[in-house]
């Protein structure tokens, strides 16, 4: 039924054409437009925004996590009624941090509720590099090449992070320096106590080989301060290793996860990141951006678990936008 009908029928206008000059058709279309409760959007910056709504559709019932996605700040969800505690959205945009905001209520699908949203900047993250064994030169230039990788993730991903300062250290002298060439997790300690350790940062050490191979990496435990990696490691390792100390676990053999992900331990090829996985590197208290960073003080936290699904805990798959082959869901 078209919208002319609909509003004829609704308030009596049976009669002539003259009935729909334009500012009958005006009212008609505030009218319809009020029907649509928003989301406004502040402290926004380029590209879309993606979102996921928990609430009571006065239309289909009870959804969570729904997926919307917006090219403007003032986003329509339709009209909603009160869900209690499971109230909420959740927003991702390039160069912000992951946000989430609770309404009160909704209108009870009797009008329309504005619901202010204000995205919280982007996080730095400030990190110390110790070249532990090989040429400092060469092994700075790889550590460089891993740096602006892993920031080209975060940015094309809304990971919501950046790095902060940066702190490079030739360790390379250091005559306990041998005893780290060959690491392994059992040593982390030692490394740390010997070597050096800058506190409140990540710390990347450099080293020969991790667990046997120079092209390996290890964090030794999921959310830390810490990151190991061989003389030889790709570009793309580091993000993966950070992703650890973030909170995140592998995703191997999962069906919707390829080695594109950064959390495939087996890759050379990573470059997503779900927005199910930044939710957890934000959110998660074990994670270094608040463990490590303490950055979102009096910010809600949610310690969801690897595949948890719950009213407050995204399911760890979930996109906003597609993740090359992958689609959005």
């Known amino acids: 039924m078209s919208q002319k009908r609909v509003f004829k029928q609704r308030f009596n206008v049976n009669k002539g054409p003259s009935y729909w000059g334009p500012g009958v058709i005006l009212l008609a279309s505030l009218f319809l437009a009020s029907c649509a409760d928003l989301v406004k959007l502040t402290n926004t910056s380029e590209g879309e925004h993606g979102l996921f709504v928990d609430g009571d559709y006065c239309s289909t019932g009870p959804d969570n996590d729904r997926r919307v996605v917006s090219n403007t700040p ?19 945009t390039r160069r912000r941090a992951v946000t989430i905001v609770s309404p009160e209520s909704w209108d009870g699908c009797n009008g329309r509720v504005t619901l202010p949203l204000q995205y919280q900047e982007e996080i730095p993250v400030p990190v110390t590099i110790w070249i532990v064994r090989g ?31 940066i702190r490079i250290v030739d360790a390379t002298a250091d005559p306990d320096a041998s005893r780290y060439a060959a690491f392994t997790c059992a040593n982390r300690f030692g490394l740390e106590s010997d070597i050096g350790k ?3 940062r990540i710390n990347i050490y450099y080293v020969n080989t991790v667990d046997g191979g120079s092209s390996r990496g290890q964090a030794c435990k999921i959310g830390s301060d810490f990151v190991a990696l061989g003389s030889t490691t790709l570009d793309d390792l580091l993000s993966h290793e950070i992703g650890h100390d973030f909170g995140l676990f592998h995703v191997n053999g999962e069906a919707t996860f390829d080695q594109t992900n950064i959390m495939h331990s087996a890759s050379s090829t990573r470059e997503y ?3 199910g996985q930044i939710y957890r590197a934000h959110l998660r208290p074990q994670s270094a951006i608040n463990a490590v960073y303490n950055a979102r003080v009096g910010l809600p936290s949610h310690d969801c678990g690897h595949g948890v699904e719950t009213d407050t805990c995204l399911h760890h798959n979930r996109r906003a936008w597609p993740d090359g082959t992958t689609p959005a869901n």
């Open 273 to 275: 990141a779900t927005e």
């Open 74 to 92: 003032t986003v329509e969800l339709g009209r909603m009624k009160d869900r209690g505690t499971t109230n909420g959205v959740v927003a991702f």
């Open 135 to 165: 040429s400092f030169f060469s092994q700075v230039f790889r550590a460089v090449d891993a740096l602006v990788t892993t920031t080209s993730i975060w940015q094309t991903e809304r990971m919501g992070v950046r790095f902060g300062a």
């Open 198 to 200: 800058d506190e409140g």
